[in-house]
């Protein structure tokens, strides 16, 4: 079973006078954020009072968190989310769940399986760990199909993959 909170930011300071704090987000959006009920720091849930996406960043007013002396000393602290707190739509996937799968190609080979997800710019890499380390960008000329449910992962090599 896949673990129920998965990491999706960090705070990275302090924000105004009244407790609230900048979050950088790690998800494909930062209203994902915005729309949870709480987040979890150090494994405890924490109500969110308030957030609003500020400069891609998300400011947030967290529950106990009642001025910037407080906020400060969860600077650099790693988020978290209750997936049971996002719906997912049809056909998406959280990038933790990808880690570990069977990459295989077109003909069915069994190439390794993803190790990491890199996101160097705007694309991702796949990091697949096999009899060779490869490096497949995460777009759909390569990227066949992900089937979670079934273990694996479907990718169209090039010459140099």
Known sequence: MANQLLECGKIVNTHGIRGEVKIQPWADSPE???????????????????????????????????????????????????????????????????????????????????AEILSPSRQQVYVVKGEQERMIPAVPEFILETNVAEGYIRVRLIEGM
């Open 32 to 114: 994902v954020l915005c729309g949870l009920p709480a987040l979890y720091l150090d494994g405890k849930p924490v109500a969110i009072r308030s957030a609003r996406v500020h400069k891609g960043n998300v400011i947030a007013l967290l529950d106990g968190v009642d001025d910037v002396d407080q906020a400060m000393l969860l600077k650099n602290k790693v988020v978290w989310l209750n997936r049971a707190d996002l719906k997912l739509p049809e056909g998406t996937f959280f990038l933790a769940d990808l880690i570990g799968l069977r990459v295989i190609d077109e003909q069915d080979r069994e190439l390794g399986t993803l």
